[in-house]
T-cell receptor, first 113, second 112 residues
Framework: DGGITQSPKYLFRKEGQNVTLSCEQN?????MYWYRQDPGQGLRLIYY???????QKGDIAEGYSVSREKKESFPLTVTSAQKNPTAFYLC????????????FGPGTRLTVL | EDQVTQSPEALRLQEGESSSLNCSYT??????LFWYRQDPGKGPEFLFT???AGEEKEKERLKATLTKKESFLHITAPKPEDSATYLC?????????????FGTGTQLKVEL
């Protein structure tokens, strides 16, 4: 059953801690994306990767880092430098960088205590 | 400033009461307009992609249309299970390539 999985579903972090959100896809998609969703705002792009071992900053990359060592995996680390990390984080992928439609995972809700 | 605006922010319908959601955009160089459905606490589910003015797509009780300035998501005889937030996103050309901009969504509630 192909799809995108994100883990954990809920994550709690103390201030000053780094946390890593997992995103895995078995769709054989080349491109993967990380978005942040806050109430009353549209999805905002954090980072994206069009190919293994390559990634680019999105609109709100400060305080975040990523890696793309495998085609199927695109983990996101929320560092202590991110001032307001509490949000719903969504991972997406698409077949090819020039393809149109992005498909989303189920999301991870991060709460900073 | 290029942007995507969805209206209304929230809509409450009675079961069977048809209506439309609006997504207007001011971007130039449109490459595609996307509609997604999002249930609370879940990721967006892809519904439609529209590429050019005059294009229409249908799926069950939903029909999406596109003009040069806006898109409509028509919901015919809605049922309670259609309750969700509907997101619109626009893909457009920039100097650095394609960019995808999301609207803030319309929260739809269908009541019995």
């Amino acid at each position: 059953d192909g799809g995108i999985t994100q883990s954990p579903k809920y994550l709690f972090r103390k201030e000053g801690q780094n946390v890593t959100l997992s995103c895995e896809q078995n769709l054989n998609h080349d491109a993967m994306y990380w978005y942040r969703q806050d109430p009353g705002q549209g999805l905002r792009l954090i980072y994206y990767s069009q190919i293994v071992n390559d990634f680019q900053k999105g609109d709100i990359a400060e305080g975040y880092s990523v890696s793309r060592e495998k085609k199927e995996s695109f983990p996101l680390t929320v560092t202590s430098a991110q001032k307001n990390p509490t949000a719903f984080y969504l991972c997406a992928s698409k077949d090819r960088p020039l393809a149109d439609t992005q498909y989303f995972g189920p999301g991870t809700r991060l709460t900073v205590l | 400033e290029d942007q995507v605006t969805q209206s209304p922010e929230a809509l409450r319908l009675q079961e069977g009461e048809s209506s439309s959601l609006n997504c207007s955009y001011t971007v130039s160089g449109l490459r595609g307009l996307f509609w997604y459905r999002q249930d609370p606490g879940k990721g967006p589910e892809f519904l439609f992609t529209l590429y050019s003015a005059g294009e229409e797509k249908e799926k069950e009780r939903l029909k999406a249309t596109l003009t040069k300035k806006e898109s409509f998501l028509h919901i015919t005889a809605p049922k309670p299970e259609d309750s969700a937030t509907y997101l619109c996103a626009v893909q457009w050309l920039t100097g650095g390539g394609n960019k995808l901009t999301f609207g803030t969504g319309t929260q739809l509630k269908v009541e019995l």
